[in-house]
């Protein structure tokens, strides 16, 4: 591009330093009628009359604008302020400026302007401005009438602009044809002027046209000339308007370039202009042909207002002459010809034409365009050129195009724009050659039919290249000859046309390289197609209704080519017509030797045919006799074998799907085999809503793949028969599926039918598809069942659907594998009488708390967690056995039963630990680390995962586990033990030890030996471990009395059943869960209740012993005092506020079905956080140490709730902030056991005492006991016992 441009430019500095050179010359001015003064300084060596502009035409104009003059202007700038001054009916007048000139470039007047065209990196364009300079103001311009011979040389005339409607009127009045009315404002108006010299003239600035001449005829020139930024001035009352972006093939985005228009919609506020525009109507008095002659000139930046918008969208044309060079013509008038050479139009705009506009009737000489570089117009139709012709000659050379570069910056495609607008009796010959064109060259011919005169263009050694992303060429009605032609990243279009293409080559394209409609193309000589890539049809070539010939000598090349269909080439036909589209041409050759090749290498379809796809490959047949434009084509029996006989093929993937016709037929598949037999396939059961998919393929005439859109008919069948009832018929509006290369499933979902349950589906392919015919289809029975288990027909669309319940809580169904979507903790499945059922809220640790899907009837276990299964989760899978201590289901066998004895060992050793320690609640070190575990484990640790602990964290665990008597490991007894078992073996470790202790207490009565071991703490060892059995007891009371209600889904009449919350498949209240209702019941009556009572109203009791009903109190006194030891006398129902505590709170988190950790935090927060605060103030202990430790320990149990509850963390920092809390706890128990160890290693310390003595003083000591014990019964008579409760037994005070 650079390189043309640097041609246009040397040429137009010689051709003005020719003109300057004798116009400069002041030496020899005779030649000057009239000397014009910038400033009224005037050459004192000359008797030439020297004046200024305005002494010319204002003091008698006549006097001096005579015919034969010349008006010479000195160097500066002359202002005109007369308006419109008008020079008429003279003949021989010059204006020419003396002097020197400056050379400008384009991009200073871009800037200048603010235009919205920027000048390319690698252009430079500049252009002459001769010193000699005519200003106008007042919109001041000039009006040349009926002048032979007038020359404008050497001048530069800016900022002009008369109002010139009155004339324009009268001209449009003369030839209505010609659309003046939007035209006011020119420069510079010539009216009938013959022989027109304008040379190294410069025309800026100006308002309106620069220059508009109007029937100039005869030998017309323009000569390195400059029509630069005319009309500028209406960017002011115009906006800018930004089209839509285009979107390529690619899939890249081309902005199209923004431009103004005028918002009026009055013809009276449209400000048409622009650089130079001609007008010829009127030929009566001249009888030569005129010549128009353009040479090294610049038409650039130039704005025509006159494209109206209507509401925003809707564009109106007011006028339309170009704005760059216009050459307007009527149909009636004379022809002209016009020759352009060497000559730029870049950036200007207008509806059509906006660089070069040529609305003309060509004479002999035609329209020759030599070396012309048009770009950056800026026009809906035709930005670059736009040539609009009716030729007077026929067959003659109407436009030639030369040498030369054209392309646009705005809808390239239509940047170069050629068209007969008019029916007509000769051709319109084109020839181009030797040039680039990066923009759509459009040939348009108004007559229709391929036979049609119109535009006959040839074209050699001619670069197509694209702008944005499209370009090349779209013929219509036209024929077009193609040689040495090569089309880069664009394609070649033609409607209705003839094209011969010979040594060619298209690359790149993104659409077909060929996209033609009923037209011939015919292929010679070398032609390749490279790397094109369609989206749809055809990578090389797409032939709609059309026919390829190839004449010999040829070698056309297909290389990585690339579309869905046809990679190489795609051919559709229509009709019945059966005639092949592809035709060989070789009077000398024959089938087996043509001198014809085809060659195919890379070529890929996505879909069928790499090399070739549509069309009939197999039953079309040769008609070379009666067809006279097909004279030596050579016959052949099928197009399939002309591809074979005359083609080489190399990596086009698949053989079998490198040609392909159109789908002709549907052929079943079993597994990977394709059976084209029309039978009837097994029947296949569904319920309504499920999807059958069917495999099939549908194929071409060679049973070739050929995917195709398939059509569906669906006959209801007599199910005893299988004999079709009744059919539907497709409809073509509907949707349908694809197929593809390989057996595609086509889905069809059944639907219920109240009459018959049997359907027939039978597929056929839409492309063959017509209502009249019939065709082998694939057909498959469907059989539909009534809806599964869970869900219920839906009456509007006859498919299943999810029951009214499952709705409710947002449960999801899928009817193709009748799986339910659930979310949360909800429990989905069947109960053991069949019954669908929900529950909201699964017991915790159950099931899986994640979103799952899963088959009610088949797989409802898939929602159960660790091997779980049946109604809420509650029981193991078969095989498994339900653990101790987790929820977790584990394989188990019989001879886990012997883990009895180790765990009956552990309790012999936990109370020899209290013996020997002394560590038991009448000391009061241990009351509140019991009460922290009893709080800690059923409330908050039960609820945090122990998947991810580590060892210390277990080890912490154990510890909690104990203190709640608990084993703090996973076990089992037997294989197949379940939680109703689970639960009964819970209740035995507590009364175990209970038993353990009380045969302790009563064998040492009549044991010297047990009393020495026991020594005096064994009621408050007993006492102890009452109290740790009575919050493991209560624990499982409440899992035994606890219940849940499962909703109904199927059955909404029957009542919701009430089912063990444990174990969901166990009916609450009946069958064997009576038993354990009863033991449950048993020990709330018998322990829990009186327990309870007994130690919170214990100092009411005691005072009212004496009472009938309350003498039992006097012997169970030891015991009560074990626990009151600790506390003041005012504070000996304190151990009864711990057992309150433990029963709200236990209540509490076994209501809590939510298993919401947060419910039981806020509980513990607010429960304990009352406790501690009264244990503080209280300072209920004897010794305020111990009261320290329990708030200690209370305090913990607050913080942690709180933290837990105002982090809301994840799981790892509740667990990390749990194990903070139990390691403090383990802690303070470190302490209190060397705490008791001390007081153990003083005793063995004792000496001096032998095992006689001690043996003798430990039977006086039961004997004293006894004694004691029988005054104590016996002074009931004599004395009142409230008296005697007034004083703590002396046995455990003394500890």
């Known amino acids: 591009m650079s390189v043309i441009l640097f041609i246009h430019v040397s040429a137009f500095y010689i051709l003005a330093s020719g003109s300057l050179g004798w116009a400069s010359n002041q030496g020899s001015l005779s030649w000057c009628s009239y000397i014009v003064t910038p400033n009224g300084t005037c050459l004192n060596s000359t008797s030439i009359p020297c004046h200024t502009i305005d002494f010319y035409t204002q003091t008698e104009p006549r006097a001096y604008f005579q015919s034969n003059s010349t008006f010479c202007f000195m160097s500066g700038i002359h202002v005109l302020h007369v308006g419109t001054f008008t020079i008429e009916n003279l003949s021989d007048i010059t204006f020419i400026g003396l002097g020197s000139y400056v050379q400008r470039s384009l991009e200073e007047k871009v800037n200048e302007f603010h235009f919205s065209p920027n000048i390319e990196n690698d252009t430079i364009i500049t252009f002459l401005e001769p010193t000699a300079i005519i200003q106008c103001t007042n919109f001041s311009g000039f009006l040349f009438s009926n002048i032979t011979n007038l020359s404008l040389i050497n001048l530069t005339i800016a900022n002009c602009g008369a109002d010139v409607t009155n004339t324009l009127l009268q001209v449009h009045e003369a030839n209505p044809i010609i659309d003046m009315k939007p035209c006011h404002y020119v420069a510079i108006l010539m009216v009938n002027i013959t022989n027109l010299v304008i040379e190294t003239t410069s025309i800026q600035n100006s308002t309106g046209y620069g220059l508009m001449g109007i029937n100039v005829f005869g030998q017309s020139q323009m000569n390195g000339s400059s029509f630069v930024g005319n009309n500028q001035f209406v960017k002011d009352n115009l906006q800018l308007y930004s089209p839509a972006a285009t979107y390529c093939n690619d899939g890249s985005n081309y902005i199209a370039r923004s431009f103004y228009v005028n ?14 525009v001609f007008v010829f109507y009127q030929f009566s008095n001249y009888s030569a042909e005129p010549v128009l002659k353009i040479s090294f000139c610049l038409f650039a930046l130039g704005i025509d207002g006159s494209i109206g918008l209507k509401n925003g969208t809707t564009f109106s044309i007011f006028n339309s002459m170009g704005t760059g060079l216009g050459i307007q013509m009527p149909q009636n008038a004379y022809g002209i010809s016009i020759i352009i050479t060497n000559t730029i139009a870049y950036g200007n705009q207008a509806f059509l034409g906006a660089n070069l506009n040529l609305l003309v009737n060509p004479a002999s000489g035609g329209i020759m365009l030599s070396g012309v570089y048009s770009a950056r117009g800026v026009s809906w139709i035709g930005g670059g050129l736009y040539i609009s012709i009716n030729p007077l000659l026929p067959d003659q050379n109407a436009i030639t195009l030369l040498n030369s570069v054209l392309s646009t910056d705005y809808n390239p495609d239509s940047g170069i724009y050629i068209i007969v607008p008019n029916q007509i009796t000769a051709s319109v010959m084109v020839q181009i050659e030797h040039s680039t064109l990066s923009s759509n060259l459009v040939l348009l011919s108004a007559d229709t039919g391929i036979s049609a005169t119109g535009i006959s263009a040839t074209i050699n050694n001619t670069l197509f290249g694209a702008t944005g992303c499209s370009g090349g060429i779209g013929a219509f009605y036209a024929s077009l000859e193609l040689s040495n032609c090569t089309f880069s990243h664009t394609n070649l279009y033609a409607s209705q046309s003839y094209v011969e293409i010979e040594d060619s080559t298209f690359e790149n394209s993104l659409f077909s390289a060929n996209d033609l409609y009923y037209t011939h193309l015919l292929l010679k000589g070398n032609v390749s197609y490279v790397n094109n890539k369609a989206t749809v049809h055809g990578g090389a070539q797409y032939l709609y209704n059309s026919d390829l010939t190839v004449t010999a000598p040829a070698n056309i090349m297909f290389v990585n080519n690339i579309a869905s269909y046809g990679g190489a080439m795609n051919v559709y036909t229509k009709g019945d017509n059966r005639n092949c589209i592809f035709h060989l041409i070789d009077p000398n050759g024959t089938l087996e030797s043509p001198g014809i090749h085809l060659y195919f290498e890379g070529n890929m379809a996505d879909e069928a045919g790499s090399v070739l796809y549509g069309g009939d490959i197999d039953l079309c047949y ?45 052929c079943c598949c079993t597994n990977t085999s394709i059976d084209c037999n029309a039978a009837l396939g097994p029947i296949k059961t569904v319920y309504p809503g499920q999807t059958v998919n069917i495999p099939v393929i549908t194929v071409g005439q060679l049973l070739g793949a050929s995917p195709d859109i398939v059509l569906r008919y669906t006959c209801n069948v007599d199910s005893d028969e299988y004999h079709p ?420 709170l236990y209540v509490v988190f076994t209501t809590n079905q939510v298993n919401d950790i947060n419910t039981n935090l806020l509980a513990c927060a607010l429960v304990v956080g009352l406790y501690c605060g009264m244990a503080n103030i209280l300072s209920v202990y004897k010794n305020s140490f111990f009261t320290i430790l329990e708030v200690l320990l209370m305090t913990n149990i607050v913080i942690l709730s709180t933290s837990m509850l105002y982090v809301n963390a994840s799981v790892d920092t509740n667990n990390i902030l749990m194990t903070i809390s139990i390691a403090c706890a383990l802690c303070i128990f470190a302490v209190v056991v060397a705490f008791h160890s001390k007081d153990l290693i003083q005793s063995f310390r004792k000496k001096k005492l032998s095992h006689v003595n001690e043996r003798v003083s430990y039977e006086s000591l039961e004997t004293t006991d006894v004694q004691e014990s029988g005054k104590l019964l016996k002074t009931t008579n004599i004395q009142e016992s409230g008296n005697i409760f007034n004083y703590r037994e002396p046995l455990l005070d003394d500890n």
């Open 725 to 1144: 009832l009744t059919c539907t018929v497709p409809s073509l509006n509907d949707q349908f599926q694809q197929t593809r290369q390989y057996c595609t499933n086509y889905s069809y979902t059944a639907v219920w039918n109240n009459q018959v349950n049997t359907t027939e589906v039978f597929l056929v392919p839409k492309s063959a598809y017509t209502e009249s015919s019939t065709y082998a289809s694939c057909a498959t029975l469907v059989s539909v069942l009534p809806c599964p288990f869970g869900f219920v027909l839906n009456q509007s669309s006859q498919m299943c659907t999810c029951s009214s319940v499952l709705l409710k809580y947002n449960i999801k169904c899928d009817i193709g594998d009748q799986r339910v979507f659930r979310t949360a903790n909800i429990w989905v499945g069947n109960t053991s009488n069949g019954i669908l059922a929900v529950h909201k809220h699964c017991p915790y640790d159950y099931c899986i708390a994640t979103d799952i899907s899963f088959a009610v009837l088949d797989d409802q276990d898939t929602q159960c967690a660790h091997d779980r299964s049946g109604v809420l989760c509650g029981r193991c899978k078969p095989h498994l056995s339900a653990m101790l201590g987790s929820a977790q289901c584990k394989l188990c066998n019989d001879n886990y039963v012997w883990l009895l004895i180790p765990i009956s060992i552990m309790g012999v050793v936990m109370v020899a630990f209290l013996f020997l320690l002394n560590c038991t609640v009448s000391v009061g070190t241990l009351n509140g680390l019991i009460l922290y575990t009893n709080i800690i484990r059923p409330g908050i640790l039960n609820l945090l995962p122990t998947t991810s602990q580590n060892c210390f964290e277990k080890l912490l665990v154990v510890f909690v586990d104990w203190m709640n008597l608990d084993l703090g490991i996973e076990t089992c007894f037997y294989d197949g033990m379940d939680t109703y078992a689970k639960t009964w073996l819970e209740l035995f470790f507590p009364m175990y030890l209970l038993a353990m202790v009380a045969t302790i207490i009563i064998g040492s009565r009549w044991s010297s030996k047990l009393a020495w071991i026991s020594k005096r703490n064994a009621v408050a060892v007993l006492a102890t471990l009452v109290l740790l059995s009575y919050t493991a007891l209560l624990q499982s009371v409440l899992t035994i009395f606890s219940y849940t209600h499962l909703d109904e889904a199927i059955e909404p009449n029957i009542h919701n059943p009430t089912v063990w919350l444990a174990d969901g498949n166990i009916l609450y209240a009946q069958g064997k869960h009576i038993y354990l209702l009863l033991a449950g019941l048993l020990i709330l009556v018998i322990f829990i209740f009186p327990f309870t009572s007994m130690l919170l109203l214990s100092p009411w009791l005691q005072a009212k012993s004496h009472w009938r009903g309350l003498q039992w109190m006097i012997r169970v006194k030891p015991f009560i005092d074990s626990y009151q030891s600790p506390y003041k006398d005012w504070y000996r129902y304190w151990p009864g506020v711990h057992l309150v505590i433990r029963v709200v």
């Open 263 to 276: 918002s009026a919609t009055s013809g009276n506020n449209v400000y048409a202009g622009g650089n130079a």
């Open 622 to 666: 040769y008609d070379c006799t009666s067809t006279p434009k097909y004279a030596g084509c050579i016959s052949s029996g099928y197009m399939v074998t002309v591809f074979n006989k005359t083609g080489t093929y190399s990596n086009n993937g698949n053989t079998s799907l490198m040609i392909s016709s159109d789908p002709r037929s549907i």
